[in-house]
């Protein structure tokens, strides 16, 4: 009969050798009982073909066993390698990760230091502004140049009419003059000691023959409070006639 084995049958050295040694055993049987001397006239006994045994499936066994464990080992291998350039290309994108990490880190630690020194510099730099000058102080008003008036009735009454526009008085050259030489013909330092006013101690003077309560009274500012000064005595005079009379022209006598 045929010998068969299962694939999970498994055969020891020794029953190998013992299965090959039966098999030598019995082909050389087969072989001395095909030409045995005197049986020529008796029909051979034709030998039929070797079955295949349990060494032979035994060593299939093994080979296909080698196989499948070198493909397992390749499989093994190929993942264990495909893990491995998983983990060294992690490491080395985390490292390149880092390192740009620490690349920005730094350039904004350099450019922070570097804004701070540029600061400081500016600031250790700036150019101290020179102070304002000081305004000087307002200047006096220059005082008016005195306008050129001659020394005489002319000029006196030319400058009394100056004032007299400027204080808004009434008053004219000829009503002046006029006035003037009919109480002093034209003497400053006329007076007079022999009317009611002298009576009462307070005499007439100057060009309009005005008495001192009266100047006193009706002065014009920017002039002297000279009686006898005859743009002053002018001036004073023709205030206290627009006041009573509308102006000087209005005198025809005494007042």
Request: aromatic content about 4%; proline content about 6%; some cysteine.
């Amino acid at each position: 009969m045929r010998s068969t084995i299962t694939g999970t049958a498994r055969l020891t050295k020794t029953h190998k050798l013992s299965a090959i040694g039966v098999t030598v055993a019995m082909s050389a049987a087969a072989v001395a009982l095909a030409v045995t001397p005197g049986q020529a006239d008796t029909p051979s006994i034709a030998a039929k073909p070797v079955a295949w045994t349990t060494t032979d499936l035994g060593a299939h066994d093994h080979i296909a066993q080698q196989g499948e464990q070198a493909a397992q080992q390749a499989k093994t291998a190929a993942a264990a390698k495909k893990k491995a350039d998983a983990a060294a290309k992690a490491k080395a994108d985390a490292a390149a990760a880092k390192k740009k990490a620490d690349a920005a880190a730094k350039a904004k630690s350099d450019k922070a230091r570097a804004d701070q020194q540029a600061a400081s510099r500016s600031q250790a730099r700036t150019p101290v502004k020179p102070a304002a000058p000081a305004k000087p102080a307002p200047a006096a008003p220059a005082a008016p140049v005195k306008k050129a008036y001659a020394d005489n009735l002319d000029g006196w009454i030319k400058e009394s009419l100056d004032i007299l526009k400027s204080k808004n008085i009434p008053a004219t050259y000829d009503g002046i003059k006029r006035n003037v030489m009919r109480e002093s013909t034209g003497n400053p330092r006329a007076i007079n000691d022999w009317d009611i006013n002298a009576v009462n101690g307070v005499p007439s003077k100057g060009l309009l023959q005005i008495i001192d309560p009266t100047f006193k009274a009706y002065h014009v500012e920017g002039t002297s409070w000279d009686p006898y000064d005859p743009v002053a005595n002018i001036t004073a005079s023709c205030n206290y006639a627009a006041d009573k009379y509308g102006s000087m022209d209005n005198v025809n006598s005494a007042y």
